[in-house]
């Protein structure tokens, strides 16, 4: 599964968009492997809820709306290695008082580089879903722009 994540990552190096999404039920194993390959590249994933979160907990509600987006930036340029960026733990970027785009902000990320990320839903009929539909956090998007890396588990 590695080997094949690693292959996958290369060859988004020459695409526009280089964001590769892994994608799969919880349990399924998408940590342990993009841990692997942060081993294997000898980087860290940044674990986005806890790094994002640790810059944003000082500021007003306000602040962290408008500052979001650029303290993400800062960080990302912080955890990447060369031309790679790993990112686990994407939820906050869900938050809807952050106001942000999370595909939308990923897919900016990957456009100077290549980025990996756990996508904390699922692959629903050709579309990305988080959270259920009436959940205030629920989003929907299609795949325009990414390369989706599908685990079905690693057992």
């Known amino acids: 599964m590695l080997e094949q994540l690693e292959q996958r990552v290369n060859e988004v190096g020459a695409l526009q968009t280089k964001l590769v999404l892994l994608i799969g039920r919880p ?53 990447a290695e060369g031309d790679l960026l790993l990112l686990d733990n994407l939820e906050l970027l869900f938050d809807r008082s952050l106001k942000l785009d999370p595909l939308d902000l990923l897919k900016r990320h990957a456009h100077g580089r290549r980025v990996v990320a756990v996508w904390p839903g699922e692959l629903r009929e050709g579309r990305l879903v988080y959270a259920e539909m009436g959940h205030p956090e629920y989003q929907d998007y299609g795949l325009d722009g990414l390369v989706p890396f599908e685990i079905e588990s690693m057992g």
């Open 27 to 79: 349990g399924s194993g998408k940590s342990a492997l993009i841990g692997a390959l942060a081993k294997q590249h000898g980087i860290r994933v940044m674990n986005v809820g806890a790094a994002l979160g640790r810059q944003l907990a000082a500021m007003s509600q306000r602040q962290r709306a408008l500052q979001a987006n650029v303290v993400l930036r800062d960080l990302a340029d912080e955890y």
